[in-house]
């Protein structure tokens, strides 16, 4: 049956459609048939059908912001002394505005303060570069009306790109993109943990962990419009147009003068802050791998790490310098760390880790946890603020006493040692917590793809040599074999 919901009950009456002409909204396309007359008018429809409805995907199923490329920088003096003469190199790239428009640049292009438009309503010391969608007219053609009069007529549209400078403050260039994930809590029975009268989970009703989290993207997604805002495009000279209000921001700038006393572009203060990223599949699944993260890629112990291999005791006191550290004090030692990218210095400190030996007692064959004082960390690397690698340095007295003394905890028995590393506290370069996250027994490197964790090895050392007590030696002999003086 091909009648609609109302037209049954209408008797089955056939109710005009209400979607035609003018009235329909929601996308209007050409209907072919023999004898139809192609005027100008029928392939703008078809054009414009097809225009909007790839916008409509593009803004509904991407978003919106830089896909890829447009680098900016400082662009080389034409007279090649490598010097900046105060224009903007910008790279090719791709990006989508909010009108899910198709912003595209195939080649570098510099730019001048001149080429760029100025747009009012801002403040501050820094000016935030913009890329937007532009219309030129291309390829004039003269026709000849139906009254034989000639007129220029454009034959062609050039889709392009133009680029805008508005004055901002400086800490709105750095100023993270903010969540648009907007719900609250949803209710029904599918949203809900549903209870008895006992206030256990009722049997009959299963419940899905993420079925609250799926209530909440239904509850944002369900308050988004499909139609798009103001669109228009203006007219900034003759045969271009330019959408002003839904560019997209590429970075921030600093404008100073030459010695003429010309503006010119001074500096690119941040060519990444202010851009919105339209993340791509390829780019998804990356971030759900956790590749943008920092994590653990050398572990100087991980051969240690088998299950059942007990360490010799002399390679495990190996591990501890001969000699104290000067002038800071402290034992170094070969317990190294280390991170695919750079990390803070400053976030990386003593109590991101711990060193426990696990010493059995002998009532009850108790394991009882035994954490050895690390004093600070060691870095390898000169630069003051960032660092690659870390070593553990551990008390001296510690070392002297627990390690190298007489009638330690470590003799007669074997001793589990545990490194921890605290991945939540210690900083990327990035400002991100590293993903320290231990993959079973393994060593480096570690992760599972969230960042912060914590890493935790175990190893076992064997026993101890036990060293003669000078206090316990047999008294030396005074008989001198009955021989006189």
């Known amino acids: 049956m091909s009648t609609t919901w109302k037209a049954a009950k209408k008797c089955g009456q056939p109710q005009p459609d209400s979607c035609c002409g003018t009235d329909c909204t929601s996308g209007i396309k050409n209907r072919y048939f023999s004898g139809k007359r192609l005027t100008p008018d029928a392939l703008r429809v078809e054009q414009d059908y097809q225009v909007e409805r790839r916008r409509l995907l593009n803004r509904a199923m991407h978003g919106w912001g830089v896909v890829y490329g447009y680098p900016v920088a400082l662009a080389a003096a034409a007279s090649g002394a490598g010097t900046a003469d105060g224009r903007l190199a910008i790279g090719a790239g791709l990006a989508l505005d909010r009108m899910g428009r198709e912003l595209l640049q195939t080649g570098q292009l510099v730019v ?50 133009r680029y805008s400078l508005q004055q901002v403050p400086c800490a709105a260039c750095c100023k993270p993109q903010a969540c648009e994930l907007a719900c609250g809590c949803a209710g029904g029975p599918c949203c809900e943990r549903q209870l008895d009268d006992r206030g256990q989970a009722a049997q009959d009703m299963p ?17 988004l419009q499909p139609g798009a805002e103001c ?6 000279d003759e045969g271009l147009r330019v959408d002003l209000r839904n560019g997209v921001a590429l970075a ?3 404008l100073g003068m030459d ?74 030692t070969t317990f190294e760390v280390g991170f695919s990218r750079p990390v803070r210095k400053a976030s990386v400190t003593p109590d991101c880790f711990a060193l426990r030996f696990l010493i059995r007692q002998r009532e009850g064959g108790w394991l009882v946890p035994m954490r050895a004082p690390i004093v600070r960390i060691d870095f390898a690397d000169t630069d003051p603020d960032l660092a690659t690698g870390a070593s553990l340095v ?30 939540d506290h210690i900083l990327d370069c990035n400002g991100q917590a590293v993903d320290a ?44 074999g009955g021989i006189t003086s």
């Not at 010391?125 to 009069?149: F, I, M, N």
């Not at 990356?286 to 991980?302: A, K, M, P, Q, V």
């Not at 007669?412 to 605290?422: D, L, Q, S, W």
């Open 394 to 423: 551990v008390g001296w007295g510690w070392v002297s006493d627990a390690v190298r003394g007489l009638q330690t905890e470590f003799e007669g028995t074997k001793v589990g040692v545990e490194i921890e590393i605290r991945g």
């Open 207 to 223: 419940h899905d962990a993420r079925a609250g989290a799926a209530c909440c993207l239904c509850d944002h997604l369900a308050a």
């Open 252 to 254: 921030c700038i600093e």
């Open 259 to 332: 010695e003429c006393k010309r503006w010119i572009v001074k500096e690119v203060s941040d060519a990444c802050g202010p851009r919105r990223l339209v993340k791509r599949n390829d780019l998804l699944f990356d971030l759900i791998r956790g590749c943008d993260l920092t994590h653990i890629n050398f572990i100087s112990w991980e051969n240690w790490l088998a299950p059942g291999y007990i360490v010799d005791w002399d390679d495990f006191e190996a591990c501890f310098a001969p000699e104290r550290s000067r002038p800071l004090g402290g034992c170094i």
């Open 112 to 161: 001048a303060l001149d080429d760029m438009l100025e747009l009012p309503g801002g403040t501050g010391d820094c000016w935030l570069l913009r890329v937007h969608y532009a219309e030129r007219l291309v390829a004039p053609v003269s026709v000849t009306d139906a009254c034989s009069g000639e007129r220029a007529q454009w034959d062609h549209v050039c889709e392009t790109v």
């Open 437 to 480: 996250n231990a993959r079973g027994h393994s060593g480096a490197p570690t992760g599972n793809g969230t960042p912060g964790g914590t890493y935790l090895s175990h190893f076992t050392v064997g026993e101890k040599p036990a060293k003669p007590d000078p206090d316990q030696l047999p008294a030396l002999s005074t008989d001198n």
């Open 231 to 236: 669109s228009a495009l203006t007219e900034v």
